[in-house]
C-alpha cells in the first residue's frame, strides 16, 4: 500500500526508461571511502557520511553508491555550498530535506544526499536498513524483489520497492 504522496511521487516515474540491476560490487566500500574522504577533507570530520543502499547491504543493486550525510535541520543550508564547490550544483534540491549530488569513483555512479536528519523519509529508512541487517530473511527477499526488478519501468520497480519498504516498516 501506498501513501497519497508516494502515489503523486510515482506517477511522475518514467513508464518507459527501464531499471537495470546488477551484481553486487565488492569494490563499493573502497569507492565509498573515497568519496567520504574527499567529503571530510572539505568540510570536516564532525560531519556524519554513511554508506546506505543495496552496495552497504551487499546486494545487487542499480550499480550504484549511495552516500548520505545526515544533519539537523539548522545545519542544512549552511552545507549546501561547500558540497556545491566538491560536486557541483545538486541535480534536485528539496529545501531543509534532501538535496542530491551526483558524482563518480573508478567508473561508479555515486549519488551524494546531504540530509535532514530530522525527516520522516531518513527516519524510515534507517529503520528499514536496520531491519534488514538484523533480519536476514527480509533481506534476502529484498535482494529477490530488485533482481526481480531488472527490466522493469523505472515506475513500476520503485511502485514495487516502495510497497515492500511500507510492509517492512509497518512491522517496526
Known amino acids: 500500500m501506498l501513501t497519497l504522496e508516494q502515489e503523486k511521487w510515482i506517477a511522475h516515474l518514467s ?22 574522504q574527499r567529503i ?4 570536516g570530520r564532525e560531519v556524519p557520511v554513511e ?4 552496495t552497504s547491504l551487499g546486494i545487487s543493486g542499480q550499480d550504484e553508491i549511495d ?17 556545491k564547490n566538491i560536486f557541483g550544483e545538486p ?3 528539496y529545501p531543509l530535506e534532501r538535496a542530491r549530488f551526483v558524482t563518480e569513483e573508478n567508473g561508479k555512479h555515486i549519488d551524494v544526499f546531504l540530509i535532514n536528519e530530522e525527516h520522516d523519509g531518513w527516519k524510515n529508512a534507517v529503520k528499514f536498513e536496520e531491519y534488514l541487517r538484523s533480519h536476514p530473511e527480509a ?3 529484498y535482494r529477490q ?15 514495487r520497492k516502495t510497497e515492500f519498504i511500507n510492509e517492512i516498516l509497518s512491522e517496526v
Open 15 to 36: 513508464d518507459e526508461n527501464k531499471i537495470i540491476i546488477v551484481p553486487f560490487d565488492p569494490t563499493a566500500e573502497e569507492k565509498f571511502q573515497k568519496v567520504k
Open 40 to 43: 571530510n577533507d572539505s568540510i
Open 51 to 54: 554508506h546506505r543502499g543495496a
Open 67 to 83: 552516500v548520505y550525510i545526515p544533519i539537523p535541520s539548522a545545519r542544512f543550508n549552511s552545507l549546501v555550498d561547500p558540497l
Open 91 to 93: 541535480k534536485s534540491l
Open 139 to 141: 533481506l534476502e527477499k
Open 145 to 159: 524483489l530488485k533482481e526481480d526488478g531488472n527490466g522493469l519501468s523505472v515506475r513500476e520497480y520503485y511502485r
